[in-house]
C-alpha cells in the first residue's frame, strides 16, 4: 500500500464526498476511505483483520488531525 499523507488524504475525502449526493457532502465513512485507499475487499479473518482495520482508523484519525478544517468523528455502526 502506498503511504497516506495528509494531502492525499484529504484529496481523496474531498473526492469520495463530491461523488456523495449532495446531503451527505459534509461525512465520509471510514470505510469509503478504505476502500479507496487500501482497495477494498474484506479484511482478514478473525484477530489479523481486526488489527489492520484498528491501525487503519488510528492511522486515519492521526491524519485528519492534520488537516486544516476536518476532523475524524468516532461512530458506532
Known amino acids: 500500500m502506498?503511504?497516506?499523507t495528509p494531502d492525499r488524504l484529504e484529496q481523496t475525502i474531498l473526492s469520495i464526498a463530491r461523488s456523495q449526493p449532495p446531503g451527505q457532502r459534509e461525512?465520509?465513512?471510514l470505510n469509503s476511505l478504505?476502500?479507496?485507499l487500501?482497495?477494498?475487499g474484506p479484511l482478514a479473518?478473525?484477530?489479523k483483520g481486526w488489527e489492520a482495520y484498528l491501525a487503519f482508523?488510528?492511522?486515519i484519525a492521526r491524519l485528519?488531525?492534520?488537516i486544516p478544517g476536518m476532523s475524524f468523528i468516532?461512530?458506532?455502526s
Open 45 to 47: 479473518p478473525g484477530t
Open 74 to 76: 468516532e461512530a458506532d
Open 38 to 40: 487500501v482497495g477494498g
Open 27 to 29: 461525512s465520509v465513512m
Open 64 to 66: 485528519v488531525a492534520q
Open 34 to 36: 478504505w476502500d479507496a
Open 57 to 59: 482508523k488510528q492511522a
Open 2 to 4: 502506498e503511504e497516506i
